[in-house]
């Protein structure tokens, strides 16, 4: 089974950046599709942006521009820079992964953006 393990989260002001990690033991982390997904208070989780195996990224139109996600699978690891935040960024992030048509989740990471 596939564990995810989030870091990097944190309180920033408007227009500051943020750098999220995801850590992945087990399994094979080259041919998993990774993923982060947030989720605002009130709100379904929703999806941020993917990376496939060979590194296609896919992004929201909320953070297209802003939002640059990357994978090195030497280091088993995602990140996800996330720049000229707003305050309709904050939320917990999420990492997933989707390997061998299963989904596993971190337990996510908070990020507060302030006005």
């Known amino acids: 089974q596939v564990q995810l393990v989030e870091s990097g989260g944190g309180l920033v002001q408007a227009g500051e950046s943020l750098r999220l990690s995801c850590a992945a033991s087990?399994?094979?982390?080259?041919?998993?599709?990774m993923g982060w997904y947030r989720q605002a208070p009130g709100k379904q989780r929703e999806l941020v942006s993917t990376?496939?195996?060979?590194?296609?990224?896919y992004y929201d139109d909320s953070v297209k521009g802003r939002f640059a996600i990357s994978r090195d699978n030497a280091k088993r690891t995602v990140d996800l820079q996330m720049n000229s935040l707003k305050p309709d960024d904050k939320a917990v992030y999420y990492c997933?992964?989707?390997?061998?048509?299963?989904?596993?989740w971190g337990r996510g990471t908070q990020v507060t953006v302030s006005s």
């Open positions: 997933n992964a989707n390997f061998r048509a299963a989904n596993y």
């Open positions: 087990r399994g094979a982390f080259s041919i998993m599709s």
């Open positions: 990376i496939t195996t060979d590194g296609s990224a």
